[in-house]
């Protein structure tokens, strides 16, 4: 079934590539692509992880899931191109322009120091949360007592993790602005320079609250932005942008793999970066396999707990009934082989609504991302940036699929509304007030 699976998912990517007009940024592709690498992670440990014994159920939710995706995208995409989007006099003015995005020194020194000051009481309050120790050992323990402990003595305070949605914010409103500029061939020596600092306090905050994750996912959102804006890519050199994206890939990757004993992975001491990268990118995919035919005999605390946490958790602040529980899934082996508590975003949906749900869930997943896509491209990227900076944060939850799910765990919760409130602040400041034409 493995193999099968394997080989199904290529031909799945040349389908989704050109039933999307080459699209490299089309949902369905992005979808597909991502699933292929795991599944080849996956295979390069076959014979260690018994993948010659891989269940029909997980072979069907696989592909069945990527066909649903490519299915839906289709649907959508004939429908929002048929018929055409007439643009309004204001966005017939805007297309074709080509616009400066001046960053404000002052502005941006600023937010800087404020940055600062938050990474300041965040790495203050991971030091108090997670006791002493070396750099490592803290941010392992740091890691352990707040996502495995329902104490709330040893939580971020609230204020700081609000606080800290501006460091994040801000790492890809400047990430647009710098990419725009360079696409208009206007960026200066000032603007990468500012956008490397406001990029550093990204960077730092990440790593202090062991979230490596948050690295790919800017590097995600970047390539989308630049994608997405750039009308003039020559689409006859895709060879050239395929390779130049794979050592980006492949870089961001070794520096992944380089920084774990860092952040407190500590027993991935002894991995080579071959072992490590097929494991955390793979794992999901064997994991899985082990969870449907072995599945965890629990009762969930309400319903959709492991789908909707963020939204959940929310509700808890008014429904004091609703019981708290931790939703970090199991840690699981095979052969004596640690592989991890990453399931895919198809496992909480599993454990909460079973096959029907999980193809619901999908569909819902596939239409949004198709919908909200279609129609922003439609209407126009680098005519209605604050939508494209939202998008591009938004899809990196495509990337992340075998990882886990973000679409309903995470966007579907008031955490996110309060993001939208500051990414708009500091759009309106960085990218709106300081845009000049050419």
Not at 158 to 181: C, D, M, P, R
Not at 224 to 229: G, T
Not at 305 to 327: C, E, M, V
Request: proline letters at 3%.
């Amino acid at each position: 079934m493995f193999i099968l699976m394997l080989l199904l998912f290529f031909p799945f990517d040349i389908m989704a590539f050109f039933i999307f007009d080459s699209d490299l940024t089309a949902p369905p592709l992005l979808f597909c692509l991502s699933y292929t690498f795991s599944i080849l992670c996956a295979f390069i440990n076959y014979n260690y992880w018994g993948l010659y014994n891989y269940s029909f159920l997980s072979f069907a939710i696989f592909t069945i899931g990527a066909i649903e995706f490519i299915f839906i995208a289709f649907m959508v995409k004939n429908m929002i191109n048929s018929p055409k989007y007439i643009l309004s006099k204001t966005d017939q003015l805007e297309m074709g322009k080509r616009k400066y995005i001046n960053l404000s020194i002052s502005f941006t020194i600023f937010l800087f120091i404020f940055n600062i000051i938050i990474l300041f009481l965040w790495i203050k309050n991971v030091r108090i949360i997670a006791g002493g120790g070396n750099f490592s050992q803290m941010l392992e323990n740091y890691r352990l007592k707040s996502q495995y402990s329902l104490n709330t003595d040893i939580k971020m305070p609230g204020y700081l993790t609000q606080l800290s949605k501006i460091v994040i914010a801000s790492g890809y409103v400047y990430t647009f602005a710098i990419i725009e500029n360079v696409i208009n061939k206007s960026v200066k020596k000032k603007d990468v320079f500012l956008t490397i600092l406001i990029i550093f306090t990204y960077v730092v905050m990440s790593l202090f609250d062991s979230n490596r994750l948050n690295l790919l996912q800017l590097l995600g959102a970047a390539v989308i932005y630049y994608l997405v804006l750039n009308n003039n890519i020559d689409y006859k050199k895709l060879g050239t942008i395929v390779l130049r994206l794979v050592l980006a890939f492949a870089l961001l990757l070794f520096v992944f793999y380089e920084i774990r004993l860092l952040i407190g992975r500590s027993d991935s001491e002894n991995s080579t970066l071959v072992e490590y990268i097929t494991k955390y990118a793979g794992g999901p995919i064997k994991l899985f396999d082990l969870f449907v035919t072995d599945p965890v005999k629990r009762v969930s605390p309400v319903w959709g707990f492991q789908s909707f946490g963020s939204l959940i958790k929310t509700l808890r602040g008014f429904i004091p009934s609703i019981p708290d529980a931790i939703s970090n899934q199991e840690f699981r082996s095979f052969n004596g082989i640690s592989l991890g508590n990453v399931y895919s975003a198809y496992r909480g949906w599993y454990e909460d609504f079973g096959l029907k749900g999980v193809i619901i869930l999908q569909g819902i997943y596939s239409l949004f991302y198709s919908v909200f896509y279609y129609k922003l491209k439609e209407f126009g990227f680098s005519i209605h940036k604050f939508t494209t900076i939202i998008y591009g944060y938004m899809a990196t939850s495509i990337f992340l699929h075998p990882i886990s799910d973000f679409l309903f765990s995470m966007f579907l919760s008031v955490g996110f509304c309060i993001y939208l409130v500051v990414f708009y602040a500091l759009y309106v400041v960085v990218i709106k007030k300081r845009s000049i034409e050419l």
